[in-house]
Structure formats: structure tokens, C-alpha cells
């Protein structure tokens, strides 16, 4: 029998907190690392994607959490992904109480990760790219970081991310808790467990690929002619379901595309924005829509419970990339399924890749109607998308709210100015011509039209006044008043 969280050590305000969202035992990998890790210990975990790695590392982090200065975190998580930092993140706060978790990557604006270090973290959760950025520009110092978690090492590595890893390692306490987690132990993580690990304890919890025997696995002869229409009958039938695709613009277009067959779908890749990846991942896990549509760089990063199939819309570039795929399905003791569409030239990759992971499946033609009988997952609705409230509007006959006003019109005083005013006769902007009587003319108006009236037709006389002639210092008319005095004798010569 598997021991109780109490058991292992675990603090009441944690276990007390996990046990509000129904977490009442530990899965093995908890149960095998949490009490070594609490008692200062370098740990390090082999065990599959989706075995319960946050809780086995983030339990031991807040029980032992300093408080941080600004700037200066007390402890440190590097994952390779946005989303797998954003979920990481999401799940230590939510038995952390007290200790203030923060995250930082790239793909968004600095604006609120240098607020939250500005004010202090205890754990901070970290992509490596983002986090020596914000070293270089001296927004955050790893000199006080005593524990340090490596989550998902083998993905790092397969990313590049080993070079960084190690200058940030560096810059860290000497004296650090190092505690690693990885699907592979092997290659580089090994050179890290050697270098950065003072007589670890291993763990390894699983077999190899557990991912890939857990779920059902099928190989289905698809042309690239069918592989939209094979895509969405094979959704219909097991949904949520991640599709994997080789290409960015591959995954856009291939969700368009199922929008086509009434299967709503979102793409997420690492060309889109962190806040577009954010609203996918979202949408996909509250069930607002059918299936997400992904690149590799999602393969690791996605955590969602309860993804009923995996779509091998692309094949994978080999079988490592095939059980990170896959992985995202058939987790924390779940089943599964997943689906490879293998076109003819793509047959010969095919049966290595199997020999590779360990499987033996026949190719056969695509079968909607048996993926339903290899899954046990329920039927499930589409819930409505997420819609902005609108402002109700108020019914004929009630009162507005206090505080607030009705408008039926333009305020009293406001200026129409650059509101399109149809003439009288003239049409409006919806086609309706302006009627009702002429409105009438104000008295200043009336006097004007009148002047002009009584002016009209006197030649001459209908000018406006000259200024009146002025007189010079000396007494003398100017010359302006002397042209003035001579001006009716020469209309009277003319005249004669």
C-alpha cells in the first residue's frame, strides 16, 4: 500500500490543500522521491510524461521555501517549454499558500515577470532563453538559489538548451539541492547528473515508454488526398484529440480545413503568439473545441488531462518524437488511442520506427467506427465558446440604475460635429430620406435675410461702408478724407 502524504512528510497546509482538489495519494513517483527530496537530498527521477513529476519536486520546493529578496529567487525550475513552465507554475500555487511562485518566457512582454521579481519569488519557474536575457539585464540575480529542479532534461537537451543549462547551474549557490527528472537518463542528461549532482539518489519509476503501451496504437493507410477527411472522421469518432503536423503552416491550414468537416479546431505552434497559445491551450482544455493542432514544439510542452486519441497527421522525424507525440495520451493511468496515417512511400519508415519502440502493428484501411470500441473515454459536448458579456438593454418602462443614465439620443449641449446630418431630402446612411418640416430660421437669421432683401438692386449703394475719414494732427482733411470730399463732384460732372 502506497504511504499517505502525511506519511511522507508533507506539511498539513500542503497535503491539506491537495486534498481540496481531491489528491488524497500519491502516485509512485511521489511516493519514491518526495521524502529524499524533503530531506535535502540530490534526487534524480526517470519516470514517463504524465506520471505526477510537479508534485514530486514542487511539494519538497514550498516546504522548504526562504524568503526571497527582490530580484533574488530562493529556488529554481527550468523547463524547456512556455506551456509546460505556464502549467508548472499554475500547479505549485495552487497548494503554495504563502510562497510566491513566478515564471518567466519568451514570446510575451517583460512588463509583468520584471514586476513579480521586482517584489520578490521564492520558486521561480524559468525557460532558459528568457532567464539569462533577464540575467543580462541585471533584472535578476541566481546567487541565493539553494534547490534547483531540471524538469524534462531530455527534451532540453534534444533542444539545444544543455549549453545554457549549464551556465545557469553555474551562477547558482554552490551548496544547491539538485533535483533532476527526465523520461531518458541517458546522453547529455547523464552528463549533467555527473557534473551538477553530488551522489544523487535515482528513482526510475515505469518502463522505458510506458506512453506507448498504455494506449491502443493503429497505422492507417491514408493517401494525402484523404488525410483530411480520414483526420476528421477519426476525431468525430475519440475527441479531444491532439493532431501533430510537420509544418507551422501546415497546422494552420489543416485546422481550417477541419473547420470544414463541423470540427472546430485550434493551432498551436511556436510561430504564434504566447497569448494565441495561451487562448488554444485554454480553449482545448475547458472541451471549447474538438482538437488542437500542433508541431513538435508542443509535443513536451502540453499537460492537459483526459486527451482521448493522438493524430499522426505527419509522421514524426523518429521514434523518440513518436513517444513524445503519443505521450500526450493514455496518462496517469488513463487509456488511449493513436492514429498514424501512413502514406505508400512512408511504409518502409513506418516498420522501423515500430522495430524502434517496441511495436507490431499491422497497417490496415482507416475505421473510424472501431476507434470508438478501443476507446473508454465518455461522450463528450461541445461547450459554447467564450464570448465577451454584452450590456443588457434596458426594457421600455424601467427605471435606469443608480448612478447610471439612459441615453436615448445625443446629451443636451453635446456637439454633433462628424456625424453624418442628412438635408432635408437628401438620404440618410440607411437609405431613408430626411423628412419633416424645414426647421425654422433663428431671429438672427431673419434680420440678416431682411438686410439683404432691402440692399438687393441698389448697385452702388449696396456696399458696405467706408470707414469714416480721418483727420491729421494739424487740423487738415488727409487724403483719404479729400478723395471722400471731391468724390460728388465728379459723379455730378459725369452726370452733366
Known sequence: MSPSFAQLGVPESIYTALERRGITEPFEIQAATIADALDGRDVCGRAPTGSGKTLAFGIPLVAS????????????????????????TTEIRSFAGSVRVGVVYGGVGYGPQLKSLRQGIEILVACPGRLEDLI??????????????????????????????????????????????????????????????????????????????????????????????????????????????????????????????????????????????TRALADFSKGRVHALVATDVAARGIHVDGVASVIHYDPPGDHKDYVHRSGRTAR??????VISLIQSQQRKDMRRMQRDVGLDEGLTDPDAAALRELSDAPARTLQPAHEPRSRPQPRSGDKPAEGSRRRSGPRQGSSQKGRHQPKHGQKSRSGEKAGGPKAKPSHKKK??????????GKGANNKKKRHPAKINADGRPNRKARRAHLQPEAQEKRAG
Open 65 to 88: 521555501a526562504t524568503r526571497a529578496e527582490p530580484k533574488r529567487p530562493t529556488s529554481l525550475v527550468l523547463a524547456p517549454t512556455r506551456e509546460l513552465a505556464e502549467q508548472i
Open 136 to 277: 543580462q539585464r541585471g533584472d535578476v540575480r541566481l546567487d541565493q538559489v539553494d534547490h534547483v529542479v531540471l524538469d524534462e532534461a531530455d527534451r532540453m537537451a534534444d533542444m539545444g538548451f544543455t549549453p545554457a543549462v549549464r551556465r545557469l547551474l553555474d551562477q547558482t549557490a554552490a551548496d544547491r539541492q539538485t533535483v533532476l527528472f527526465s523520461a531518458t537518463l541517458d546522453g547529455d542528461v547523464a552528463k549533467l547528473t555527473r557534473d551538477y549532482q553530488r551522489d544523487p539518489v535515482r528513482h526510475e519509476v515505469g518502463d522505458e515508454t510506458p506512453d506507448i503501451t498504455a494506449a491502443h496504437h493503429v497505422f492507417w493507410n491514408a493517401e494525402q488526398s484523404e488525410r483530411i477527411e480520414i483526420t476528421a472522421g477519426a476525431v468525430n469518432a475519440v475527441w479531444p484529440a491532439i493532431i501533430f503536423c510537420r509544418t507551422r503552416h501546415g497546422a494552420d491550414r489543416l485546422a481550417k480545413q477541419l473547420g470544414r468537416h463541423d470540427i472546430k479546431a485550434a493551432a498551436i505552434h511556436g510561430g504564434r503568439s504566447q497569448g494565441q497559445r
Open 332 to 337: 496517469a493511468g488513463e487509456g488511449g488511442v
Open 447 to 456: 434680420a440678416a435675410a431682411a438686410a439683404r432683401s432691402e440692399n438687393k
